[in-house]
């Protein structure tokens, strides 16, 4: 069994523990020998000046360059940890959130939104920054002070006065900025998703003259997210100058504090100068935080967001292995109701299809024929009741093994970026033979040939080289591909032309003959002519069922009777209403 999105990312951060350790040790020896520079002017000073002694000197500056050559090493490797840990999350959550955002748009039953995978990425670059190393360094802020109390308490008193100062402009920088960078974040991820439904759309918006109000809407959003974000800018920016003003004065003070106390005879100029070098590493982490601070809010509120999410997200479990099916279908008092909807789509749906079986589904539009072809193949599951195949409901099979022996043609079609037979072969290991078999059941193949590049054609949502009938037909190919047991067809015909059509036919007689069970929604009685079993689903209830030519007949009785009557109702009408004419010029 494995958990669900908050825990793998609980689990994932625990993975980094490890290495985010090694980067503290790390970070333990580079902080020690940050003091080199500052204890080599305190003996230069001190010791070299004041005995002439040039032997001194020499070891003295080899030693210094030997320590921060080391310092310098250890720098490194740990800014390459920290990138290995932003990997190594991203490696382990990745895979994991693009299986999410694939189940919230079929849980929901409209796209989910890539922000998870945003939110990642800004958690990554966190971990793998600089911005990190602040917050690795603040531990040893109280030994420097310390080491400055030790120099002289003026000293350590004047540094933790400035360090003081430094970290209440931080927590002011957190609470006046807090708020808006929040906001702005989802007024600009709002606008963002605005313009992109909207851009699905454009040939409507364009022949319709919609662009200017749709762009005026976004403008809103998009003209709020600015403001925020500017305000927010402003006083991260001025805080921060005023911190390092602040930096760079205490720099310059502590020199005349300790020029003071050398006049005093309290200290020695060496230790002057060590104490200014010292205090500029005391105070580089809290200004290293408040300059990193705006990472820090983005990468916490990407952990909000994808633990939150983890909280939608069903309990991910590893199923059996089962047998290939056969493609004996059932469906046992199956209930949808969409996301938002009360009423149910499909209400009590009792259905036993055997294998090979082809069964055409007829109705009106909004009648629930698209959703139970979604249901058919897994891609939404049931409020209530049970979808079947050879016995096992659908949750029970493993999504990777029962992809390839289902196939199925939605009604809008969707290819995906890659060349024909990349897209035929549902993007796994493309086999020749397979992709031009597929090809040819769905009377296709020649038209492939005639594209620039055969099968070899580059294909995306952007490109205009297929029209619809051919995306349609290359779609078709895609849903026979391999020895599915299983097919469903929705209004496959919809873009087809008479060829089209033709080929159609001869593919669902073909599956005919192999004994694959197939499901077709259709307007269109000529793709009806193959099939066994006929359904009439109206309101979310099937209101007919059984051979096609039986229900056929039963349609076609069902309409005479009603233009029968619809002569007399007529007549009854025109009575009435001359009755009631009378009635008032009685009255």
């Given at each position: 069994?494995r958990?669900?999105t908050a825990d793998?990312?609980?689990q994932a951060l ?5 290495p985010?350790?090694?980067?503290l040790?790390f970070?333990?020896?580079v902080?020690?020998?940050?003091l ?7 003996q ?5 000046i004041t005995?002439?002694s ?11 360059l030997f ?7 250890l720098d490194v490797?740990?800014?390459?940890l920290?990138v290995?840990?932003?990997?190594g999350l991203?490696?382990?959550?990745g895979?994991r959130?693009?299986?999410?955002l694939?189940a919230?748009h079929l849980?929901?039953g409209?796209?989910?939104s890539?922000?998870?995978?945003e939110?990642?990425r ?6 793998s920054g600089h911005?990190?190393f602040a917050?690795?360094?603040a ?8 080491l400055l ?24 920088n957190?609470k006046s900025?807090?708020?808006?960078l ?6 600009h991820r709002q606008?963002r ?8 759309n454009a040939?409507?918006a ?5 662009i ?12 709020a997210s ?5 305000r ?15 930096r760079l ?9 300790g ?9 020695t100029?060496g230790v002057?100068i ?8 005391t105070l580089?982490p809290i200004?290293g935080m408040?300059?990193g ?5 983005s990468a916490r509120?990407?952990?909000r967001r994808?633990t939150a ?5 069903p309990?991910e479990r590893q ?9 004996e279908v059932?469906?046992?008092s199956v209930t949808?109701?969409?996301?938002g ?6 209400q009590d ?8 079986e082809h069964?055409?589904?007829?109705g ?13 193949v897994?891609a939404?599951?049931?409020r209530?009741?049970?979808?079947r195949?050879?016995?096992?409901s659908?949750?029970?099979w493993n999504?990777?093994e029962?992809?390839?022996?289902l196939?199925y043609?939605?009604?809008d ?9 990349e897209?035929?072969?549902r993007f796994?290991?493309?086999d020749?033979k397979r992709?031009v078999?597929a090809a ?7 038209m492939?040939?005639r594209?620039?590049e055969?099968?070899?054609t580059?294909i995306?949502s952007a490109s205009?080289?297929?029209?619809r ?5 290359v ?9 599915p047991a ?10 087809l ?7 159609l036919?001869?593919a669902m ?7 694959t ?5 259709s307007?269109r ?14 309101e979310?209830?099937?209101?007919l069922?059984?051979?096609r030519?039986?229900?056929?007949s039963?349609l076609?009785?069902?309409k ?5 009557s ?10 009435r209403a001359?009755?009631?004419r009378?009635?008032?010029?009685q009255?």
């Amino acid at each position: 069994m494995r958990s669900g999105t908050a825990d793998d990312i609980a689990q994932a951060l625990r993975s980094c523990w490890s290495p985010l350790l090694w980067v503290l040790g790390f970070s333990l020896f580079v902080n020690a020998l940050m003091l080199v520079p500052a204890f080599y002017m305190l003996q230069v000073y001190d010791r070299v000046i004041t005995t002439g002694s040039r032997e001194t000197l020499l070891v003295l500056t080899l030693v210094a360059l030997f320590l921060m050559a080391v310092m310098g090493l250890l720098d490194v490797i740990r800014s390459r940890l920290l990138v290995r840990v932003g990997n190594g999350l991203d490696a382990r959550l990745g895979a994991r959130l693009h299986r999410t955002l694939f189940a919230l748009h079929l849980r929901r039953g409209r796209p989910a939104s890539v922000q998870p995978l945003e939110d990642l990425r800004s958690l990554r670059q966190f971990l793998s920054g600089h911005g990190l190393f602040a917050f690795f360094d603040a531990p040893w802020v109280p030994l420097y002070l310390a080491l400055l109390f030790l120099f002289d308490p003026w000293l350590g008193a004047f540094a933790s006065l400035a360090g003081l100062a430094l970290l209440a402009l931080t927590l002011i920088n957190e609470k006046s900025t807090r708020w808006l960078l929040t906001e702005a974040s989802d007024e600009h991820r709002q606008a963002r998703a605005r313009i992109e439904a909207n851009l699905r759309n454009a040939e409507v918006a364009q022949t319709l003259g919609m662009i200017p109000a749709l762009e005026r809407r976004w403008l809103t959003r998009h003209q709020a997210s600015l403001v925020k974000q500017s305000r927010a800018s402003d006083r991260t920016n001025a805080l921060t100058q005023f911190a390092r003003t602040l930096r760079l004065a205490s720099q310059s003070l502590i020199l005349g504090l300790g020029a003071l106390l050398v006049l005093e005879g309290r200290i020695t100029p060496g230790v002057m100068i060590a104490a200014s070098i010292i205090l500029a590493r005391t105070l580089a982490p809290i200004d290293g935080m408040i300059g990193g601070w705006r990472g820090f809010v983005s990468a916490r509120d990407a952990y909000r967001r994808l633990t939150a999410l983890g909280q939608e997200m069903p309990v991910e479990r590893q199923r059996l292995s089962l047998p290939a099916p056969c493609g004996e279908v059932s469906l046992e008092s199956v209930t949808m109701v969409p996301p938002g909807i009360e009423k149910p789509v499909l209400q009590d749906i009792d259905l036993r299809v055997a294998p090979g079986e082809h069964v055409g589904i007829i109705g009106p539009s909004g009648a629930g024929k698209s959703t139970l072809a979604r249901l058919l193949v897994g891609a939404q599951l049931p409020r209530q009741g049970t979808v079947r195949l050879d016995g096992a409901s659908l949750d029970q099979w493993n999504d990777d093994e029962l992809g390839p022996c289902l196939g199925y043609l939605p009604q809008d079609i969707e290819l995906f970026e890659g060349t024909v037979s990349e897209n035929i072969a549902r993007f796994g290991d493309v086999d020749d033979k397979r992709v031009v078999e597929a090809a040819h059941k769905a009377g296709v193949h020649e038209m492939i040939l005639r594209l620039p590049e055969g099968y070899g054609t580059w294909i995306d949502s952007a490109s205009g080289i297929l029209s619809r009938g051919q995306r349609q037909r290359v779609a078709l190919a895609r849903a026979l591909y391999g020895e599915p047991a299983l097919v469903v067809l929705d209004e496959p015909n919809a873009n087809l032309d008479d060829a089209g059509e033709r080929a159609l036919g001869a593919a669902m007689r073909q599956l005919k003959e192999a004994g694959t069970t197939l499901f077709v929604i259709s307007h269109r009685r000529s793709v009806l002519d193959g099939i066994d079993t006929l359904l009439l689903i109206d309101e979310g209830c099937i209101r007919l069922r059984g051979p096609r030519d039986e229900v056929l007949s039963r349609l076609g009785a069902g309409k005479r009777r009603t233009a029968a009557s619809a002569p007399s109702a007529r007549q009854g009408a025109v009575q009435r209403a001359v009755q009631a004419r009378q009635r008032g010029g009685q009255t």
